[in-house]
């Protein structure tokens, strides 16, 4: 059965720094494309960027280009996502999905992660 | 950056009734490139339906894809009471990847 396990909830101040996890389980973890999608309260899903472990091949929505680092270590089937520096406006659910074999829509994913960023 | 707006923000209907949902792109997308989601409250979104009409592993058939170009529908023929959800379209043709905003469908 294939699982993504995202690490637990986060509370951070603005300025921190952060990084979730999401760890693979039940398929080839570095023959798959592992995606991030923000979803900010009460809104709708969108998509950060996306990673290949195999390689680390990484793309980046522009809207989180320099905003956020996706990162793999594929030695222990986990994806992550980091902050070098939050905001109160990262403040949000952060999944992360397994793309389909050969296309980019997500067939399985994680349970969240929710981060909060408040003073 | 393809755009995808979908209508109405909100479905009121009741069990056993027919909800069409649908998910207009700013420019054409093909069929086969286009997914729909479901997510329930407090879980995370599930895979419904990919390349425009096949139905994703577990998905009962009452829940069917169809369109093409600009405009795309998600369609469920008789209401479950789990069916009472959000609904997003995604489309995959382009990056960046991008998804609707999303239609709730409600307990009328």
């Known amino acids: 059965e294939v699982q993504l396990v995202q690490s637990g909830a986060e509370v951070k101040k603005p300025g921190e720094s952060l990084r979730i996890s999401c760890k693979g389980s039940g398929y080839g973890f570095t023959s798959y494309w592992i995606g991030w999608v923000r979803q900010m309260p009460g809104k709708g899903l969108e998509w950060m960027g996306i990673?290949?472990?195999?390689?680390?091949?990484?793309r980046y929505s522009p809207s989180f280009q320099g905003q956020v680092t996706i990162s793999a270590d594929k030695s222990i089937n986990t994806a992550y996502l980091q902050w070098s520096s939050l905001k109160a406006s990262d403040t949000a659910i952060y999944y992360c999905a397994r793309r389909a074999e050969g296309a980019e829509y997500f067939q399985h994913w994680g349970q969240g992660t929710l981060v909060t960023v408040s003073s | 950056e393809i755009v995808l707006t979908q209508s109405p923000g909100t479905l009121s209907l009741s069990p056993g009734e027919r909800a069409t949902l649908s998910c207009r792109a700013s420019r054409g997308v093909s069929s086969s490139y286009l997914a729909w989601y479901q997510q329930k409250p407090g879980q995370a979104p599930r895979l419904l339906i990919y390349g425009e009409s096949n139905r994703a592993t577990g998905i009962p058939d009452r829940f069917s894809g169809s369109g093409s170009g600009t405009d795309f529908t998600l369609t469920i023929s008789r209401l479950e009471p789990e069916d009472f959800a959000v609904y997003y379209c995604q489309q995959y043709v382009s990056s960046p990847l991008t998804f609707g905003g999303g239609t709730k469908v409600e307990v009328k």
């Open positions: 990673i290949y472990p195999g390689d680390s091949d990484t």
